[in-house]
């Protein structure tokens, strides 16, 4: 499964991660310093709950934090997929509530990890519009310019579930 997407003109991001709201970050495992250099990201013991839409081997998190390895595309979802991104969000909300630190990642730091942040952001009671902007706000203007991201966090991730697992009428398939 291809989970990566050509970024085109977006620029790499700016920081390893960004804290989006107490206790829940949002990261990728490339970012570019001062002088546009481009670096890797290394998760060790930063965060009690790392979830990745994305991995490289090397780059963590160390043994014994609690990793949740779930690739997705950059891309439209299945309903299936969709479902796991709600089930991760609940995973880092409940992190949240519980006063641990939750880093949710893919390559750049901005779709997958967007969508997952943004839902989490939902289930701790943001609508999806505001949740957007605060992701965009705390993380990069470039979060989220996947637009099926933003659809889905626009109509409920319940609600895009339902509508992916539709079959198309016989004469479209």
């Known amino acids: 499964m291809k989970t990566r997407r050509r970024e085109g003109d977006v620029p790499e991001p700016r920081s390893r991660w960004d804290e989006i709201t107490t206790g829940l970050w949002m990261g990728g495992h490339v970012w570019s310093d001062a002088d546009h250099r481009h670096q890797d990201v290394v998760v060790e013991r930063e965060f009690d ?3 990745s839409l994305y991995t490289r ?3 963590g998190p160390a043994d014994g934090v609690e990793h949740h390895v779930v690739p997705i595309p950059d891309d439209w979802l299945t309903a299936q997929e969709i479902d796991r991104v709600r089930g ?6 409940d992190a949240v509530r519980t ?3 939750a880093l949710v990642r893919c390559y750049s730091g901005y ?6 942040a943004a839902q989490t952001l939902v289930e701790l009671g943001h609508d999806g519009a505001g949740a957007i902007d605060r992701v965009r706000l705390r993380r990069s203007p470039w979060a989220l310019h996947n637009l099926a991201f933003e659809q889905y966090l626009l109509t409920g991730l319940d609600v895009a579930s339902l509508l992916s697992g539709l079959e198309p009428p016989p ?3």
């Open 171 to 173: 004469e479209r398939r």
């Open 111 to 116: 779709n997958r990890s967007g969508l997952v």
């Open 57 to 59: 081997a090397g780059h």
């Open 99 to 101: 006063g641990r630190s």
């Open 88 to 93: 991760l969000a609940v995973v880092a909300a």
């Open 49 to 51: 709950v790392v979830i």
